[in-house]
Nanobody, 123 residues
């Protein structure tokens, strides 16, 4: 079955950096578009980043643009989220997700999800 396993979360001070990883198995990773979402306490799931299957296209919301980057290694079946200049409002559980077809920015468009990794940014 399809498994997406996130790692790399933790506690970091404001202004710091973290790199999240998402290891995929059970699917032909190189044919899937990947996304990162986050969910803070009492909030809905929010789009953070997306990357196309061939890494030629990426998408970010204004809230993270210029601070976060997304990349992938199809040989390692892994997608990464590099987060710089972190702010307390970035505190959330971060999830990776996979879908076929084009990249997308809403959670309903994704087919598979990981279990999430906690990111906490202290002020």
């Amino acid at each position: 079955q399809v498994q997406l396993v996130e790692s790399g979360g933790g506690l970091v001070q404001a202004g710091g950096s973290l790199r999240l990883s998402c290891a995929a198995s059970g699917l032909t990773f190189g044919t899937y578009n990947m996304g990162w979402f986050r969910q803070g306490p009492g909030k809905g799931r929010e789009f953070v980043a997306a990357i196309s299957w061939n890494a030629r296209s990426t998408s970010f919301p204004d809230s993270v643009k210029g601070r976060f980057t997304i990349s992938r290694d199809n040989a390692e079946n892994t997608v990464y989220l590099q987060m710089n200049s972190l702010k307390p409002e970035d505190t959330a559980v971060y999830y990776c997700a996979a879908r076929r077809h084009s990249i997308a920015t809403t959670p309903e468009e994704y087919d598979y999800w990981g279990q999430g990794t906690q990111v906490t940014v202290s002020s």
